[in-house]
Each structure stands twice: as structure tokens, then as C-alpha cells.
């Protein structure tokens, strides 16, 4: 009798824990697709490519030959390192890069939006932003924290088309270089998280990226101030970084487009908005060829054959390989060579003039 109530027992414990090993929260559940269909994983362009969009903070001291090595291995012929700074930390990045691949890394400049407000600061801005560029500077990027986290003199938010700021714009023209910007963030970060949002498991593991409606601004006012900029400045070419975060709305994007011919766009880290709708994808790629942008951002080269298939292949049903950002699977794109070669490297020529042509032969 005491060996079968034993028996019993330990049946009960075994159930009790199988039942308990099954239930996992949602951040863990992570299903591997049985789905058996063809797969082309692309460890190198198919054409040698430009990175309009990275970010190396020590690129002064940075082994530089260690960078080239990882670029050559995916066929990347130029990386453009956005966060150039200005001033003396601009002209010892560029004295490394010059004394080592003058040819292979670009770098751009920023600004010091510190003192907004004070007398004359749009043009002494400007002035220090033409010394940059005649230090070799090729661009000038701007962070996401115009608009977000900038404040002038008195303590009052910095809008994207604040008037102050013309100066910098008119002189970009003047000089003939284009400008990246990143304005505010997914739209989802700015709406409520509940069962709606769309990006709730990144805001659960990453609850800064959290704002209120209207933390500083609403969603609508910054995206709509970037805009009011780029038509105020019709003579400077702008690239919008992370294609404007219209990527999930190609429809809207494409209205865009059409309103302000002097905007470009950049791919980087919304591959996966387009992986997830590869037919409206393909059909915007090859309607506006001239004017999108191969970027990156984060420089890490395990997730660049990602780009390389969403874009070079017709594969179907691939996962992502950030679950939180992206938990859908994604398409390829399967891009005609023409559109590939432009949104590689051939756009990118109209912006930067002064890139080494050799580098793109195949």
C-alpha cells in the first residue's frame, strides 16, 4: 500500500512538472518553422556596396585595417562613418583615415547644437561647418536628438525647422554636400502599449524607448517639422535615415517622395518593415531606383547577409534576427540588378562626388 501511494506520488510530481516546463512567457516563445522551402543566404553583395550610414566613435585610434578587412569579406567598398564630430576630433579621424584609406572610409561632420539662441549662433555654426568640409569632411548627419532632446538658451525644445537653423542648411547647399537625419523614432514608441502596439515586446525589454503622446512632442509635430525643413531648403539634398519610418507605409512614403524631390531615403534598420511586404517593396524600389539609400547603422557585420537576401533573393518565410524588433518572417525582394546596382552604390554617386570609381567594378 505505501509503495503504490509512493508510485502515485511521484506520477503526480512528474505531471506537475511537465505542466509547469510548458508555460513560458511570450518573450521566451520563439517556434522554429517547420516549413521546408528554399533558402539562398548571401554572405556578400552581389555588387560592391556603399554604408551611407554608419557610426565608429574612435575611428581617431581605430585600426583601420581590421575595419577594411570585415568590409572586404561582404564586398563593402566604402563605409560612411556619420559620427565625425566637428572641429579637432573631426581632423584626427580624418587623419587617420587619410594616412591609411583615404579611398575607403568617408566621414561626416556634425554639429554642436549647444548655445541655440545665443547672438549669431546660425552662422557661426555654418562658418565652423565650412571649415569641416574643407578638412574633408563629406556630409554633415544629424542625430534624432534635434527635435527630441535639444534645447536653446532658454531651456526651450529645439524644433526641427526652427528658423535659427537655416544658416546650416543653406550652407550645405552652398557647399554642395547632403545631409542625414534622423528625426524621432517608430511611431509606436509615441502610442500607447497595450495589446495593440506592434512593438510591445520592445518596449517591455527596452522601456526607455517609452514615451508619452506628446513626450516632447507629439509623433506627428516632429516628422511634420523635418518636412517643413526639407521644403523650406529645396536646394539641399537630405537623406532620410530609416526611410523617414514610413517604411510600413510605402503608400504615404511614396507621396512623400513625390512632394519633395530633394529627399532621399535610407534602408537602415527597417529591413524588416520591408521583408514583411516584399511585393508593394519591390514595385517602390524600382519606382523610385534613384533615390534609395543602402545603409546599415549599426556596424555589425553577422547582420548584414540579412540585408543582402531581403534584397538580392526571392526567398520566402526567413526570420528576422532581432525577435523583439521584428517577430514576423520576412520575404526577399528579389530586386533586378539595375535597382540593386543604384540602391548599392550607383545614388550615393550623385551625393558624394569625390569616391573612387575602381572601386565599384565587377
Known amino acids: 500500500m505505501l509503495l503504490k501511494k509512493t508510485l502515485v506520488l511521484v506520477a503526480l510530481l512528474i505531471i506537475s512538472k511537465n505542466l509547469i516546463s510548458q508555460e513560458m512567457s511570450f518573450e521566451e516563445y520563439n517556434p522554429k518553422s517547420t516549413l521546408v522551402v528554399e533558402e539562398h543566404l548571401v ?9 551611407i550610414h554608419s557610426h565608429h566613435f574612435n575611428m581617431a585610434t581605430q585600426d583601420l585595417q581590421v575595419l577594411v578587412k570585415s568590409m572586404d569579406k561582404m564586398n563593402m567598398a566604402v563605409l560612411v562613418n556619420l559620427s565625425g564630430g566637428s572641429g579637432e576630433g ?4 580624418l587623419k587617420n583615415v587619410n594616412a591609411n584609406y583615404p579611398n575607403r572610409i568617408v566621414v561626416f561632420a556634425n554639429v554642436n547644437f549647444d548655445g541655440v539662441g545665443g547672438k549669431n549662433w546660425g552662422e557661426l555654426a555654418a562658418k565652423q561647418l565650412e571649415t569641416d568640409v574643407k578638412n574633408g569632411a563629406k556630409g554633415l548627419k544629424i542625430y534624432k536628438s534635434l527635435g527630441l532632446r535639444y534645447n536653446d538658451l532658454n531651456g526651450k525644445r529645439i524644433a526641427v525647422d526652427d528658423p535659427r537653423l537655416d544658416p546650416i542648411w543653406e550652407k550645405c547647399a ?25 512593438r510591445w515586446l520592445e518596449l517591455k525589454t527596452r522601456p526607455r524607448r517609452k514615451r508619452s503622446a506628446t513626450n516632447p512632442a507629439p509623433w506627428e509635430q516632429i516628422i511634420q517639422e523635418q518636412h517643413n525643413m526639407f521644403k523650406k531648403h529645396p536646394n539641399t539634398k537630405f537623406i532620410n535615415a530609416h526611410m523617414g519610418w514610413y517604411a510600413n507605409n510605402l503608400k504615404k ?3 512623400l517622395m513625390d512632394d519633395m524631390p530633394n529627399m532621399y531615403v535610407g534602408i537602415g534598420a527597417i529591413i524588416a518593415e520591408l521583408g514583411r511586404q516584399p511585393k508593394a517593396a519591390r514595385t517602390f524600389f524600382i ?13 555589425k557585420p553577422e547582420e548584414f547577409p540579412l540585408y543582402f537576401r531581403v534584397l538580392e533573393t526571392g526567398d520566402e518565410y526567413f526570420a528576422y534576427y ?22 548599392y552604390f550607383k545614388n550615393t554617386f550623385s551625393l558624394l562626388k569625390d569616391l573612387d570609381k575602381n572601386l565599384f567594378e565587377f
Open 322 to 343: 532581432k525577435k523583439y524588433h521584428a517577430f514576423w518572417a520576412m520575404y526577399g525582394l528579389d530586386l533586378p540588378d539595375e535597382v540593386l546596382q543604384k540602391v
Open 253 to 255: 512614403l511614396g507621396e
Open 43 to 51: 554572405t556578400k553583395a552581389r555588387y560592391p556596396f556603399i554604408d
Open 287 to 299: 519606382k523610385y531606383q534613384d533615390r534609395i539609400l543602402f545603409g546599415k547603422d549599426s556596424y
Open 90 to 93: 573631426l581632423s584626427a579621424m
Open 174 to 198: 552652398d557647399l554642395n554636400i547632403p545631409v542625414l537625419i534622423h528625426s524621432a523614432d517608430p511611431k509606436s514608441f509615441w502610442d500607447p502599449m497595450d495589446s495593440n502596439n506592434e
